[in-house]
């Protein structure tokens, strides 16, 4: 029968060596066989693929995939870069009363004032 520790040890290797998975954000837990998965990966895919590896193990019983998929975020711009465009269109739109507004962008979420 093979011991917790060896099982964790095993699935850690097998995270390690999937050119698929970055295994640094994802933390593995066994107690009596069942291999819990924690931490994040930046695909679905990842959380997949991350859950195969460790039910290849020998001696698992059972995985509980707890892995949060984190996408990655591209596009996403910062809020005062968005503020300073909403203020620069509003002053070409609105020149008499752009300065009666106030903007307020928080996590890119826009509300205007005023």
Same mark, same amino acid.
């Given at each position: 029968?093979?011991?917790?520790e060896?099982? &964790?040890?095993?699935?850690?290797?097998?995270?390690? %060596?999937?050119?698929?998975?970055?295994?640094?954000?994802?933390?593995? #837990?066994? &107690?009596? +066989?069942?291999v819990?998965?924690?931490?994040?990966?930046?695909? %679905?895919?990842?959380?997949?693929? #991350?859950?195969?590896? #460790?039910?290849?193990?020998?001696?698992?019983?059972?995985?509980?995939?707890?892995?949060?998929?984190?996408?990655?975020?591209?596009?996403?711009? /910062?809020?005062?870069?968005?503020?300073?465009?909403?203020? #620069?269109?509003?002053?070409?739109?609105? /020149?008499?009363?752009?300065d009666?507004?106030?903007?307020?962008?928080?996590?890119?979420?826009?509300?205007? &004032? +005023?």
């Open positions: 029968m093979r011991t917790d060896n099982i &964790k040890q095993d699935v850690e290797y097998e995270l390690k %060596w999937d050119p698929d998975i970055d295994p640094s954000d994802i933390g593995v #837990a066994v &107690k009596d +066989g069942v819990t998965l924690s931490g994040f990966v930046r695909s %679905w895919r990842q959380k997949r693929k #991350a859950e195969e590896d #460790a039910t290849r193990v020998h001696g698992v019983k059972g995985v509980a995939n707890d892995v949060e998929v984190r996408l990655p975020l591209i596009n996403k711009r /910062p809020d005062p870069e968005i503020v300073r465009e909403i203020i #620069a269109q509003l002053k070409a739109e609105l /020149p008499y009363s752009a009666n507004i106030k903007a307020v962008v928080r996590d890119g979420y826009v509300t205007l &004032k +005023g």
